[in-house]
């Protein structure tokens, strides 16, 4: 019997050492194959990789055709601009992770198969329970060498389904704020549109008139410097003539220089050919004071309803409220039941088919002590989303009431260099009839036609600014372009949608300060206008649901 304990444990021995030495060499065989080096791009697959995204870019994108116009360049900003792009594929993500948490409330059923072998069979011998000695039958041989195996088991655990449900509620919340910030990404893009628009149409307007000063100024320095090379007139004379020619010289490029930008920035923004050239039709200039005549009560109403940053954050609260009862669920004890079909093809089995039922209660016990701690932890988490959204709120009106305050300045501000435009461009005219008279320098011309330039630039500048501060003051408010899907609509659709939608909203600001009332008339009729009511929006880009509610513009339902 000595004897017999002492093989088996050397046996034991001989089988551990075996074993520890074989994972070992296993360890490094797999640590050998899983080294992964660098491999940088070669020259040729930057190229390929960067000429495919360039067509991938371009893609389904319409050419320009003819003069474009304000509405057009929105409704391809809208349609085609990457960034724009980028966001409705983050909405797109957020969606399909909803759906994905959707199907994490559902139970877990597992198909397995598997395949055993031994080289040896599986031989035991019993012992007897009372004396402890081995028995004297035979070894028993339990198990095949070979064996299949197959189950089919249906699991289902109750905390894991209440955690899914509240985190499928977290995502969509989620899905929503980024429908808001989708809005909020195409308030900025089409301020960014408008401004850049309006930088076009300057330069358009001034290209040819610097070009003709320009060519101008430098004949009359050619024709300064052989004056002096020829001592016409004094030296002194000479100098001072010609260092006023290059002033206004210097400045004609500088302005050259500022308006070639404009192009290639709304170029970017509708996602056109950097270097395709292109008109643009100037629209009407006419400052629109329905802004300002508009209450700035109305304003702050219309911000804190449908500003797309407060939106957000009321889904971030209540994202956080929810974290809230996630906490508080996962104290409780967990209770799972599976189900499982089970078969084996191990001859030596009398049941080769069988049924396994469980139920089982599980509880943490360290949660007693956690929970506190938890509970605080997602308390001040809530506090601090409803802080973000105070402080949001505060922002947001403050926003609203500088935008207000900035507009008034850019109105006045453009309405005072229209009357300097007027003024230069008539000085302009009479020194170009004295020019025509003969009586009339060349620089005198240069430096008249470069101030009614820069006058008129200035107007332009002045005009730009006071549509960027409009532009900014409507994204304030959450006002936006009513329009249908963007991946849906024709370019041509999408314009008339844009310019329907631009139009509703003065015609809607309007009747709001059409109807200011007196404030007796108010105490009598004291329900709430119904004017410049947002109403909840479709689907814009194809990505959100119907039952998102992103803010449509200043006017009625499609």
């Known amino acids: 019997m000595h004897i017999l304990q002492v093989r088996n444990k050397t046996s034991h021995r001989k089988l551990t050492s075996f074993t520890g030495g074989s994972l070992f060499a296993v360890s490094l065989l797999l640590t050998g194959c899983g080294s992964v080096g660098m491999k940088p791009f070669s020259q040729d697959e930057l190229a390929i990789q960067t000429a495919a995204d360039r067509a991938a870019a371009q893609e389904g994108v319409a050419p320009i055709a003819g003069p474009l116009t304000m509405d057009e360049a929105v409704a391809r900003a809208l349609k085609y601009n990457l960034d724009r792009r980028v966001k409705m594929m983050e909405e797109a993500v957020a969606l399909d992770q909803l759906d994905a948490a959707s199907w994490d409330m559902l139970p877990r059923m597992m198909a397995q198969a598997g395949y055993s072998k031994r080289n040896k069979d599986l031989i035991t011998r019993s012992v007897d ?14 198990s095949e060498r070979s064996h299949e195996t197959y189950d089919l088991g249906l699991t289902w655990n109750l905390l894991d389904f209440g955690l899914s449900y509240i985190t499928a509620k977290q995502q969509a919340d989620r899905v929503l704020i980024a429908a808001e910030r989708r809005r909020k990404a195409m308030h900025t893009l089409v301020q960014d549109v408008r401004t850049a628009f309006w930088r076009t149409a300057s330069a358009q307007k001034l290209h040819d008139q610097v070009k003709q000063v320009i060519t101008v100024a430098e004949d009359a320095l050619t024709d300064a410097r052989k004056a002096e090379t020829e001592r016409v007139r004094s030296p002194l004379d000479a100098l001072r003539y010609q260092r006023q020619l290059l002033e206004n010289l210097r400045l004609l490029e500088s302005i050259e220089q500022e308006l070639a930008s404009g192009r290639i920035e709304l170029a970017q923004l509708i996602n056109a050919p950097l270097g395709q050239p292109f008109q643009v039709q100037e629209p009407d200039d006419k400052a629109d004071t329905v802004l300002l005549d508009m209450p700035v009560q109305r304003m702050e109403e219309l911000a804190l309803t449908h500003n797309a940053d407060i939106r957000e954050q009321h889904y971030a609260s209540r994202i956080a409220v929810e974290e809230t009862k996630r906490t508080m669920l996962r104290l409780f004890p967990n209770l799972s039941f599976n189900y499982t079909l ?22 943490n016990v360290f949660n007693l002590l956690s929970a506190p701690s938890q509970k605080r932890l997602a308390e001040a988490g809530v506090k601090l989303a409803d802080q973000r959204r105070i402080a949001t709120q505060m922002t947001v009106l403050t926003q609203v009431h500088l935008s207000r305050l900035q507009y008034q300045t850019a109105y006045h501000q453009f309405q005072r260099a229209d009357q300097i435009w007027q003024a230069d461009s008539k000085i302009a005219d009479h020194m170009k009839n004295r020019q025509l008279a ?8 240069v430096s008249n036609s470069t101030v009614a330039i820069l006058s008129l630039l200035r107007r332009y500048q002045s005009l730009s600014q006071l549509q960027n501060v409009s532009g900014r003051l409507q994204a304030t408010m959450g006002l936006e372009p009513e329009i249908g899907s963007v991946s849906e609509l024709s370019l041509e659709t999408l314009t008339r949608q844009v310019n329907a939608s631009m139009q509703g909203w003065t015609q809607e600001m309007q009747q709001e300060v059409n109807q200011k009332v007196k404030p007796e008339v108010k105490q009598a009729t004291p329900t709430p206008s119904a004017a410049l009511s947002v109403p909840v929006a479709t689907d814009t880009d194809g990505a959100s649901p119907a039952s998102l509610p992103p803010v449509a513009a200043l006017s009625t339902q499609q």
């Open 129 to 142: 329970s009372v004396t402890g000695q081995p028995s004297l039958a035979n070894p028993y041989i339990s």
């Open 342 to 363: 089970r078969h084996d093809s191990d001859r030596y089995l009398i049941n080769n088919s069988w049924n396994d039922t469980g139920l089982a209660l599980s509880y």
């Open 438 to 445: 003969e009586t009339q320098s060349k620089l005198e011309q």
